[in-house]
């Protein structure tokens, strides 16, 4: 009995066994003093709480919030119980917790499998928690400290982290009716409603219930602003037959799309000189021409209404459509908690940027090694824990981007990096070019790395994020197109993912999450 007492005491954070006094020989007598509803089980191992049920199927689960129900019975008196209460009393939800289930039965417990929109990715390392009153409001779009220890509120019934398989598992969890359950990576976010929650058993919550939202109406997706490029296609990557998120969320800035798309790059009627990528809807969608991202990246106000900047290769760096008050804006953007994914060309905020952002790395000032006709073989740096996770990630059934731990296959690659300052910023995949020197940049060199903003701060003080891809996202362009000739989704024409778009689904996710201050 004394060893599950002090399991139980382990697992079960800022809570404490009632006051223990020795009340017969034969053992301990647990005094209650609480006035808390605790739930207890009699020495038959037989629930004091009503069995609700276990959904089966999707018409047992809904959306939304709940207001939950303390559906207790027992009674302190009962024979065997092993009471526990919280620090102050126990407040909502968490008072619908049992502390007592038979051990051949173990703890009142919720499972499931997070996945991306499109429902057939894991995402590691999302938070998942049993709010203990009302599901707290999401957070406001735009630019913000996202700090994990303010991710989950302090008085939750239950919290976890899926692991590297998607999957969860939330103990000691409360039972009863209308049992709401948050999941969220930064701020996708999604809320689902068990009906019934039965004491002492296992409930598995449903693959379709759990995955993250495609739409606004399933649940909250962070705003996008996405700059179009004619160097990739990266506006293809977040629909829905790849990361999985409906048309219907594509609409330009005047729009209720959480993702709104600009037009990038510079229009030139020459072959080979343009470099503006998609700019218009397609008629199914309305036809909308997009606003051009020149001019729009000017003002603060424009990027800090988002939550995240994607920027697609324009071919060029064409530092004409990127002024000083661009560049300032930008290192600012990062600064207040803003997330950026740039790709190859986009090197250039970086490198033309003032300190000390531009201290993070340097690039060369055009396209650097390339090789379109043959697939490379990238490696995956192992030397962190989240490099770890993505190199076995990689590897998992569910994701079969690499049959090599560590390895990583990469289409149209680029090396554009000529240093990278390894004290700012986070190696994630590396690639060794045969002739560096010729082509004038590092080796091994980056194909994707990451770093914190304010950029030299302490990691308290840390909230934005940027990283930079070498990695194109449509890989060759006998893929995805993105050009004013293919009007959105025009130029989305392949449907599976590659090996190199996988890997680039997991990094931007983890861009997304809340910032771990270690």
Known sequence: MLKRLSELGRRVTGRHLLTLGLALPLGLALLPTASCNINTTDGNGTGGNKDLGTPTSSADMSTGG?????????????????????????????????????????????????????????????????????????TASGASCDRCEAAVPADAAASTTTDINGKFTLNYVPSGKDIPVVISVGKWRRVVTVPAVTDCTTTTLLAEQTRLPRNQSEGNIPKIALSTGRGDAMECLLRSKKLGLDDSEFTNSTGTGRVNLYAGGIYNATPGLNTQGTSAYSAALGGASFQTSN????????????????????????????????????????????????????????????????????????????NDASTIIATVNQGF?????????????????????????????????????????????????????????????????????????????????????????????????SGPSYPFPTGCTTTGLTPQEKALIFLLFDLSSCLNPT
């Open 66 to 138: 709940g207001s939950g129900e303390d559906m207790s019975g027992g009674s302190d008196s009962d024979a065997g119980t092993i009471p526990y209460v919280p620090d102050g009393g126990c407040v909502g939800r968490q008072c619908q917790i049992n502390y007592s289930c038979p051990v051949n039965k173990g703890p009142t417990t919720l499972t499931g499998v997070v996945n991306i929109p499109a429902g057939n990715l894991p995402v590691n390392n999302a938070i998942v928690y049993i709010p203990s009153g009302a599901v707290p409001p999401p």
């Open 385 to 481: 824990k989240k490099g770890a996770e993505l190199a076995n990630w990689l590897q998992l059934p569910a994701v079969g981007a690499t049959t090599n731990l560590g390895q990583l296959p990469i289409t149209a690659s680029r090396v554009t990096l000529t240093g990278r300052n390894a004290a700012l910023t986070t190696d994630w995949v590396d690639f060794s070019d045969p002739n560096y020197a010729a082509d004038g940049v590092i080796s091994p060199a980056s194909q994707y790395f990451s770093f914190n903003a304010p950029v030299g701060a302490s990691a308290a003080n840390q909230c934005g994020e940027m990283v930079f891809t070498d990695m194109h996202v449509s890989g060759t362009v006998s893929t995805d197109q």
């Open 295 to 370: 001019g729009w990246w000017d003002s603060l106000g424009n990027l800090s209404s988002y939550d995240i900047l994607m920027l697609s290769c324009e071919s060029a760096q064409n530092p004409s459509t990127k002024s000083a008050n661009a560049l300032s804006a930008m290192q600012r953007y990062i600064n207040a908690g803003g997330r950026v994914f740039a790709s190859h060309y986009h090197n250039y905020w970086i490198s033309a940027n003032t300190a000390p952002l531009n201290t993070v790395a340097s690039f060369l000032s055009f396209g650097g090694y390339q």
